[in-house]
């Protein structure tokens, strides 16, 4: 890939996710359509969240180039009139997961944060497929079952929700706000 012109430069360097897709957001937001964002990342799980976030709102993922352990990230906003992606439509709160869980519902919780988040703490029989190997990895589920998709704050498990959908999978809840407000039982380091 050839050195792209940015026409802003955005710094999301030390910072773990989400924060790089916030700062990338809220950067793009204040753009005029078809200019060129760069986002600096050093965060190994960016580049897979940024494509994914870039296709699922509509702008245009350029490309990654990798200098001295910075990832610069190219993205084109959009041209179209929507300021934002859509929503995955289909929602459910935590407190719903709960009851559903408590019930003994045969549901199957997907987790897409990073390993290293899972590991830490997750819910009880969560399935761990972190975003970046959704596509990879989709097939491990079964489309007949209902998957309610969790992350830290519901943004990750908003893209992943609506990639299960595009393959095929129906039965797709995203699980707002997420582990970041879970109260139910959990496991994993502290």
């Known amino acids: 890939m050839d050195k792209i012109s940015a026409d802003v430069i955005l710094d999301a360097k030390g910072l773990a996710c989400p924060m790089p897709i916030v700062k990338t957001k809220k950067a793009i937001n204040q753009l005029e359509p078809g200019k060129v964002l760069e986002v600096q990342a050093t965060d190994k799980g960016s580049q897979a969240d940024i494509k994914a976030w870039a296709e699922s709102t509509g702008h245009q993922y350029l490309g990654t180039l990798e200098e001295n ?10 041209t179209h009139d929507e300021a934002d992606g859509k929503k995955y ?3 459910a709160s935590n407190d719903e997961l709960k009851e559903k869980m408590e019930a003994n519902e045969s549901i199957v919780v997907l987790d897409v944060r990073e390993a290293v988040e899972y590991a830490s703490c997750h819910i ?10 959704l596509d990879e990895r989709a097939d ?3 489309k007949d079952q209902d998957i309610f998709v969790i992350c830290r704050t519901g943004n990750r498990s908003d893209l992943a929700a609506k990639k299960l959908k595009d393959k ?13 407000k879970w109260t139910g039982e959990t496991e994993g380091g502290q």
Not at 69 to 78: A, C, D, E, S
Not at 124 to 133: H, K, L, Q, R, T
């Open 168 to 180: 095929g999978f129906h039965n797709v809840f995203n699980v707002i706000p997420g582990m970041s």
């Open 124 to 133: 009880p029989g969560a399935v761990s497929i972190p975003m970046g190997e």
């Open 89 to 91: 439509p289909h929602i």
């Open 69 to 78: 352990g910075v990832l610069k990230h190219f993205l084109k906003k959009h």
């Open 140 to 142: 491990e589920l079964r």
